[in-house]
């Protein structure tokens, strides 16, 4: 069965250092992979997506994600992070058409 | 070109009522799909629809239901609402085609039941 597991439930981080978000999946075939945001009484919005091309995928607002399939990992990273980063994060797999969410990371950032 | 949009935002219903949420897609997708956002469970996929037959399901009561018209736009009901039942609803819309199978979120309903 297809599903993801995001491995830390609240990272915290200082402003200007960098993020790491960690995902790893389960797939018996080539997955699609993706990050999604969430804002505090928000909807979703894509950060990025691998779709079997490039290993390393770059997204929305700085950050990237690279996809290793001998770790079956999908870690989301941002060199320097920002105040308007702290939100919730979600690492989703494709599954016929559907999607599986992770329980989601909530990123805080402090000044 | 306009977003995913959601009717009502906010919403406060009675147990034992029945609720229909709207969901309009984005111009050109035919696909929309409803999840199920609470702080204990998280977000659990509803069901899926695209051209207004439903393609996909979760593992929701039958008191979850839904529909697509000829327009793509997209309603869910929920009959004989329970407490439990209080959650962000969100929809998503797709275009059929694209192989990763994007898709895009609205702002979401919420619903409280008391």
């Known amino acids: 069965a297809q599903s993801v597991t995001q491995l830390d439930s609240h990272v915290s981080v200082s402003e200007g250092t960098p993020v790491l978000l960690r995902c790893n999946y389960s797939?018996?075939?080539?997955?699609?992979l993706f990050w999604y945001v969430q804002h505090p009484n928000k909807g979703l919005q894509l950060l990025l997506k691998?779709?079997?091309?490039?290993?390393l995928v770059k997204g929305i607002n700085g950050f990237e994600a690279e996809f290793k399939k001998s770790e079956t990992s999908f870690h989301l990273t941002k060199p320097s992070a920002h105040m308007s980063d702290a939100a919730e994060y979600f690492c989703?797999?494709?599954?016929?058409?559907?999607?599986?969410f992770g329980t989601g990371t909530l990123l805080a950032v402090q000044p | 070109k306009a977003g995913v949009t959601q009717t009502p935002r906010y919403l406060i219903k009675t147990r034992g009522q029945q609720v229909t949420l709207s969901c309009s897609p984005i111009?050109?997708?035919?696909?929309v799909s409803w999840y199920q956002q609470t702080p204990g469970q998280g977000l659990q996929f509803l069901f899926e629809?695209?051209?207004?037959?439903?393609?996909n399901k979760g593992n929701f009561p039958g008191r979850f239901s839904g529909r697509q018209f000829s327009n793509s736009r997209s309603e869910m009901n929920v009959s004989t609402l329970e407490l439990g039942d209080s959650a962000l609803y969100l929809c998503?819309?797709?275009?059929?085609?694209?192989?990763?199978?994007?898709?895009?979120f609205g702002p979401g309903t919420r619903l409280t039941v008391t």
């Open positions: 629809y695209f051209s207004e037959t439903q393609r």
């Open positions: 989703v797999v494709s599954v016929r058409d559907k999607l599986i």
């Open positions: 691998y779709t079997s091309a490039a290993t």
């Open positions: 998503a819309s797709s275009w059929i085609g694209d192989e990763s199978y994007e898709q895009y």
């Open positions: 797939s018996s075939y080539s997955p699609s």
């Open positions: 111009s050109g997708h035919r696909s």
